[in-house]
């Protein structure tokens, strides 16, 4: 779990641009302080708080490396900002699950399909947090 005193608060104007945008790019820090190559993936946004799932699983590349280094950053529609990855609280899957089917259900219950239900709650989602 990231440190407390590392992180900050999403501001509103951050959370909605984030919330509307369809996609983000993503990378994680290299041991170096270096970042990855981007990645464009899907994100959502429940209440307060922000979420990314791994389509592909808990191996995806983008996935295991963001797990294992802890920090990353992200871009979208301008805004581009310094991240923690978190695990997510237990009791939150729902409501991610059902941001996720409000904004891609369009894309049909194949690929929707790869980011909700049990498996994608217990293994792929995390949680970005803002980074001071």
């Not at 981007?38 to 994100?43: A, M, S």
């Not at 219950?109 to 995390?126: E, L």
């Amino acid at each position: 779990m990231p440190n407390p005193t590392e992180t900050a608060s999403w501001t509103s104007q951050e959370l909605s641009t984030i919330g509307r945008a369809e996609e983000l790019e993503i990378t994680s820090s290299r041991g170096d302080g270096t970042l990855r190559p981007y990645v464009t993936i899907w994100v959502v946004r429940a209440g307060d708080e922000i979420y990314v799932r791994s389509a592909h699983g808990p191996d995806n590349g983008w996935y295991a490396r963001a797990r294992r280094s802890g920090a990353g950053r992200i871009r979208v529609d301008g805004l581009e900002r310094d991240v923690l990855f978190a695990d997510p609280a237990a009791d939150v899957h729902g409501a991610i699950d059902a941001a996720y089917h409000a904004k891609y259900d369009r894309y049909g219950p194949a690929i929707v399909g790869s980011v909700v239900g049990k498996q994608a709650a217990a293994s792929v989602t995390t949680r970005l947090l803002p980074r001071l």
